[in-house]
């Protein structure tokens, strides 16, 4: 931007910019995940605590179940991420 440019000229092209990113942040793409990966993961987090209660874990499990991810955020941290087969680059 230049430098002599006035107050109100900046005002409103910084009101702009605000405007297209609202509007983007409403009807712009959005990240989204496949129902099956949804519902493997809830999967996952259901044979986690199940397995906790056959250990005889129950305190621990009813913790996880009133988690809102049923502490699946910490368990995939630890995991090691699966290498995709990549393309390899020339």
Not at 6 to 28: D, H, I, K, N, P
Not at 72 to 78: K, V
């Amino acid at each position: 931007m230049h430098e002599n440019v006035s107050e109100v000229a900046r005002f409103r092209e910084q009101q702009a910019l605000q405007e297209q990113a609202a509007l983007l942040g409403l009807t712009g793409f959005a990240i989204t995940a496949r129902h099956d990966f949804i519902e493997a993961r809830a999967q996952r987090g259901a044979e986690h605590i199940l397995r906790l209660i056959a250990e005889g874990k129950e305190a621990e499990a009813l913790t996880l179940v009133n988690e809102p991810q049923w502490g699946l955020e910490a368990e995939e941290q630890r995991e090691p991420v699966k290498e995709s087969s990549r393309q390899e680059e020339p």
